[in-house]
């Protein structure tokens, strides 16, 4: 059911998506292409704020806290779930691997490669900060529209 929680959980994960994405591409060299990089994850940030934060908010500013680094936790492991998959079927293309199971093994190892290169102080600070605000003004939100 639709809430006003769940609508300012979905809109501020999105926006710290979008925010993140735009720090992602930063440590990237110039010429890389990202194709639908930044909208996939403010779509995940979307369904994450919807799905995570939302339908928990109205429990007390400590679980709103919580909830909100809950929700980034699940965006960022999202994220890095779907873009290494993208990446593993676009290698899989081009015949890099010789079973599937070397492809799962593959999204395992892509995704913590990806984790390693954006875990930079400043992308997890915004995680962090960004996530409690969303948390905070979920549970606002679910206090003021019952």
């Known amino acids: 059911m639709p809430t006003g929680a769940r609508l300012v959980a979905a809109l501020g994960m999105a926006i710290l998506g ?29 369904a994450v704020g919807w799905m995570t934060i939302g339908p928990r908010a109205g429990q007390g500013v400590a679980v709103g806290l919580t909830n909100g680094i809950t929700g980034t936790v699940v965006l960022l492991f999202c994220a890095l779930f779907v873009q290494a998959v993208n990446e593993m079927v ?3 293309m081009s015949r890099r691997y010789g079973d599937p199971l070397e492809a799962v093994v593959a999204v395992l ?17 915004t995680l962090g900060v960004g996530g409690v605000i969303v948390g905070l003004l979920a549970e606002v939100a679910a206090r003021r529209w019952r």
């Open 18 to 46: 979008f925010v993140v994405s735009g720090q992602v591409i930063m440590l990237y060299s110039e010429g890389t292409n990202f194709g639908w990089f930044t909208v996939v994850n403010v779509a995940l940030g979307l």
């Open 109 to 125: 190892e892509i995704g913590m490669d990806l984790f390693l290169r954006i875990a930079t102080l400043e992308i997890l600070i």
């Open 90 to 92: 676009s290698r899989a």
